[in-house]
């Protein structure tokens, strides 16, 4: 029973490169998001997707990209890495149908990817 | 945007002793987790809450909506329950995130 797997688990960049870190959800759930967490802080919304061939900006989107091309599937991509991008990364997913539902469904968590850039 | 509180912000108890843990938001939720984030990082779910009261082993939970607050209960701690406990809100009607609170940082004592 995976849930979220992210890959990799640990990334260490020099300032400028790119990647791009893969979460994947085998719950077949609609939405799947992008966090961050930096020290002694609770996670911040980056990006998100409501559904397969969608992203929308989060709290913190600027210097990220996403993208959901398969519905299991969701893309963060760094294009040029910077110093203050050095956080740990988590992926969730949740079930749920139409936007506007009133009643809403807990987000599963992976395990994070712990990304230092240089 | 939606404020979440939470107290104490650290706690050191013995093993066996029992804890509450608060979580006070400013608007109404339509989403409302109890997290435990292990000292490897690891998020752990422990409750989805929005309103009520569930329990699960030694820990039980209980959201007053109404009152914009969260309960998290821990009874008979032990050294593995340490770690930093988050709550997390989902506005109603709002957008797709989920804001988190800072958390309370437990530390159980042999």
């Known amino acids: 029973n995976a849930g979220v797997t992210q890959t990799p688990k640990f990334r260490v960049l020099k300032t400028g490169q790119s990647m791009t870190l893969l979460c994947a959800q085998d719950?077949?759930?609609?939405?799947m998001y992008w966090y961050r967490q930096d020290p002694g802080m609770g996670l911040r919304l980056i990006h998100y997707?409501?559904?397969?061939?969608?992203?929308a900006k989060g709290e913190v989107p600027d210097g990220y990209n996403v993208s959901r091309l398969k519905k299991q599937n969701f893309l963060l991509g760094l294009e040029s890495a910077a110093p203050s991008q050095t956080s740990v990364y988590f992926c969730?997913?949740?079930?749920?149908?139409?936007?506007?539902?009133?009643?809403?469904?807990?987000?599963?968590f992976g395990d994070g990817t712990r990304l230092s850039i240089l | 945007g939606i404020q979440v509180e939470q107290s104490p912000p650290d706690l050191i108890l013995q093993e066996g002793a029992n804890s509450t843990l608060r979580c006070n938001f400013s608007?109404?939720?339509?989403?409302l987790q109890w997290f435990h984030q292990n000292p490897w990082g690891q998020l752990i779910n422990l409750f989805y809450?929005?309103?009520g009261t569930k329990q699960n082993g030694r820990l039980s939970a209980t959201t007053v909506a109404t009152e914009r607050y969260s309960l998290l209960y821990i009874s008979s701690s032990q050294t593995t329950d340490s770690g930093v406990y988050f709550c997390?809100?989902?506005?109603?009607?709002?957008?797709?995130?989920?804001?988190f609170g800072t958390g309370t940082r437990l530390t159980i004592i042999p």
């Open positions: 969730a997913s949740r079930a749920g149908g139409h936007i506007l539902e009133y009643s809403n469904q807990p987000q599963h």
């Open positions: 719950m077949n759930h609609e939405y």
């Open positions: 997707s409501v559904g397969e061939g969608t992203t």
């Open positions: 608007d109404s939720v339509n989403n």
């Open positions: 809450i929005p309103s």
């Open positions: 997390a809100v989902q506005l109603l009607f709002g957008n797709e995130k989920l804001t």
